[in-house]
């Protein structure tokens, strides 16, 4: 009676064992396909905290050193087909490096002025670029490309309440934009967009992952300059300085009215930073 009680005991605990075995196998199977094959782009499980929607703060990822764009790494190879969803706030390289972004050109009048500065700076930038706006004058398109910036889709009207607009809209918004840019830019332009912002930081789960899914990572910022406001190149200043310490993609525009500010701001913000120690790179794909 002993011995067929023990026996019976195994039996139990061989079964239990097979259980957890199997639960184990079950939940990973579980957590490794949970979200996907969503085409909605609800948010999905993902390692780390999740920026914040409205494009500003969030938690940076690792560094990823001698990425694309970063000193002495060429900066012409786009990423091959879907990239991350995430808001970006890093750049390629990481480290004391920052990116300058450029919004809501290119512009006739203020585009070349920041592309000759970036230009005797020794600089690289983003280019967030309106679509209408490329379309009109795919002669500054182009140059941006040709001095080795990149580009960036920020939508066809520029509309700060995508989020509350239909997904059709927002599909309409991202994709006919990157089309107009990529015909602007010319021939072999085709992945050369390699990021999306949406207008005031207006993403949604659904917007992020159309971007990224047509090869253009979610592009945020961490240094709102408030160029646009025009409130003096002394209060530009301080806003960078002030903000700096959020995160390293900083926030000009060469587009949207009067940039005289703009471009005096970027020029001492650039010998600022280079003051500083800084370098100069682009966010990450």
Known sequence: MTRLTAHRRH????????????????????????????PRGEETIAQGPTPAPDGKGGTPS???????????????????????????HET?????????????????????????????????ATFCMI????????DLVKQVVAEGHRLCDHSVDHNTAMDKRSED?????ILDAKKMIEEAAGAGSAGT???????????????????????????????????????????????????LPNGPIILFHDGGGDRTQSVEALA??????????YGFGFPKV
């Open 169 to 173: 809209y927002q599909k309409q918004q």
């Open 62 to 88: 690792p560094p990823t050193p001698n990425a694309p764009g970063a000193p002495g790494t060429p900066a012409s190879a786009a990423p091959a087909g879907p990239v991350s969803p995430e808001i970006a």
């Open 193 to 243: 967009i390699r990021y999306y912002r949406a207008p005031g930081g207006a993403f949604t789960p659904y917007s992020r992952h159309l971007a990224a899914d047509n090869g253009m990572r979610p592009l945020g910022w961490d240094v709102d300059t408030r160029d646009w406001q025009r409130p003096g190149v002394d209060r530009i200043m301080e806003n960078i300085k002030r903000e």
């Open 92 to 124: 390629e390289t990481g480290g004391k490096v920052v990116a300058l972004t450029i919004d809501d050109g290119p512009d006739p009048r203020w585009t070349p002025k920041v592309l000759e500065l970036l230009k005797k700076s020794g600089i690289k």
């Open 268 to 277: 001492r913000c650039i010998d600022w930073l280079k003051d500083e120690g």
């Open 11 to 38: 039996l139990v605990i061989a079964a239990g064992g097979m259980i957890a075995i199997a639960g184990v196998i079950s939940g990973t199977v579980a957590v490794a396909t949970e979200g996907s094959g969503n």
């Open 131 to 138: 679509g209408p706006q490329a379309k009109g004058r795919p």
